[in-house]
């Protein structure tokens, strides 16, 4: 090849690249428009009530239908919280208790047991694993509304409703976290590692706790986070087990409030702080969880 034709090709090589490199921006410019907009109006339409909310919560009974309702009035956010905790005795603290055990407790157990499962259907084998795991699919497929009416005619052959049990029992089962852990355990823990443990001594169960989990421990977070959310925010079942109000959670007990707002006014502006107050659980958790998470998909993507 002579000189003047890698010249020749040097020189259009060159153009064509300028000519990409002038292109590329404009060519760019709409799609990245386009995704900003779109993620734009889903973060206003996402982000908006909860604005809302904030700004009702600050306002006096009177405030509310006379000022403008996505901006403040006069704040009295912290008289509000004061008549919130002090109503009744301050039923609410205990609906909050009551939601923090529901959830924290059951989601924890149901994490574990969840964990445990999908380890046994990843790493064992044994007669009828696949038309087990098929059974832990279609219960993923049920919605929780449907079986909460045969849930309440079990619990009240065995004189269970209208307890602790009713609410928390239902709540430690998770079928999408048994799917996700035999995923995420098939994928995670590598058999060389089980077969060195077995070797050094160690039973089935240590190995779980002390080798298999420690790998499992993103999706363990991950479940844990949709339990948590699924029975904080879980409002049907309370509704059918649940008849002594100091066992409410406190979504089923700001919904009773919000049903006698007609003969009790003062109970809406109440309604407005508590349901305010009832999401801050759920961002600290996420909050503190989503280092463990951000970590485990780092990890995998490094895999």
Avoid at 116 to 137: I, Q, S
Avoid at 140 to 165: E, I
Avoid at 173 to 201: H, I, K, N, Q, T
Avoid at 282 to 289: K, R, S
């Amino acid at each position: 090849m002579t000189t003047s034709s890698l010249d020749t090709r040097a020189v259009v090589t060159g153009r064509s690249r300028g000519s990409d490199r002038s292109r590329g921006p404009k060519e760019g410019f709409v799609p990245r428009a386009a995704a900003f907009l779109v993620m734009t109006v889903f973060t206003l339409y996402f982000l908006t009530p909860i604005w809302w909310l904030l700004v009702a919560s600050t306002k006096s009974r009177g405030d509310l239908f006379s000022t403008n309702p996505l901006w403040f009035a006069e704040p009295r956010f912290f008289e509000n919280l004061t008549g919130l905790v002090t109503y009744r005795d301050g039923v609410y603290l205990r609906w909050l208790v009551n939601s923090a055990g529901y959830a924290g407790i059951g989601a924890l157990v149901a994490t574990v047991l969840a964990g445990m499962c999908g380890y046994a259907l990843a790493k064992y084998r044994f007669p009828g694993r696949e038309t087990v795991f098929n059974v832990v699919l279609g219960g993923v497929l049920v919605p929780a509304t449907a079986l909460a009416l045969p849930l309440f005619l079990l619990f009240s052959q065995v004189q269970l409703t209208d307890t602790f049990w009713a609410v928390f029992l239902p709540s430690i089962v998770s079928p999408f976290g048994v799917y996700l852990s035999r995923v995420f355990a098939e994928a995670s823990v590598p058999e060389e590692l089980l077969e060195a443990s077995r070797l050094d001594g160690a039973g089935e169960v240590r190995t779980f706790f002390t080798v298999s989990i420690r790998l499992m421990f993103p999706a363990l977070i991950t479940v844990f986070l949709f339990q948590f959310v699924s029975i904080w925010n879980n409002f049907f079942l309370p509704l059918i087990m649940l008849r002594s109000e100091e066992l409410f959670p406190v979504t089923y007990g700001l919904y009773a409030w919000n049903s006698t707002i007609n003969q009790f006014p003062e109970l809406r502006t109440y309604v407005l702080i508590g349901s305010l107050i009832s999401i801050v659980p759920l961002i600290i958790t996420f909050l503190l969880l989503q280092r463990y998470w951000r970590t485990g998909l780092g990890t995998g993507a490094l895999k």
